[in-house]
Nanobody
């Protein structure tokens, strides 16, 4: 599955953005998908994940209640609705996926093979 992220931009504190991830490949609907972010000088971190059916979602504590992950398997798309944005949300955001949810949420310790270019989100104070 190849992935292309979009929708980032500059927004003020308290604002909203909706990120999109376009996936190619016939196996997309079987993948658990996730959003990740990397701030300058920091390691990439897990943000949110969604099961292949969309029936289960998981969030990092730092975004719980503010961000919502969703997917449209008919369109091969994954979304991240980000509300009540804070300056500490500033980062490059990436999407990625795997058949195994433990890989997506990070509990397996296994890395992803590759990453897309990401989309920059900047929240001004």
């Amino acid at each position: 599955v190849q992935l292309v992220e979009s929708g980032g931009g500059l927004v003020q504190t308290g604002g909203s953005l909706r990120l999109s991830c376009a996936a190619s490949g016939r196996t997309f609907s079987s993948y658990c998908m996730g959003w990740f972010r990397q701030a300058p000088g920091k390691e990439r971190e897990f943000v949110a994940a969604i099961s292949w059916s969309g029936g289960s979602t998981y969030y990092a504590d730092s975004v719980k209640g503010r961000f919502t992950i969703s997917r449209d398997n008919a369109k091969n798309m994954v979304y991240l609705q980000m509300n009540s944005l804070k300056p500490e949300d500033t980062a490059v955001y990436y999407c990625n996926g795997d058949f195994d949810m433990t890989v997506v949420v990070g509990t397996s310790g296994l890395p992803f093979d590759s990453w897309g270019q990401g989309t920059q989100v900047t929240v001004s104070s």
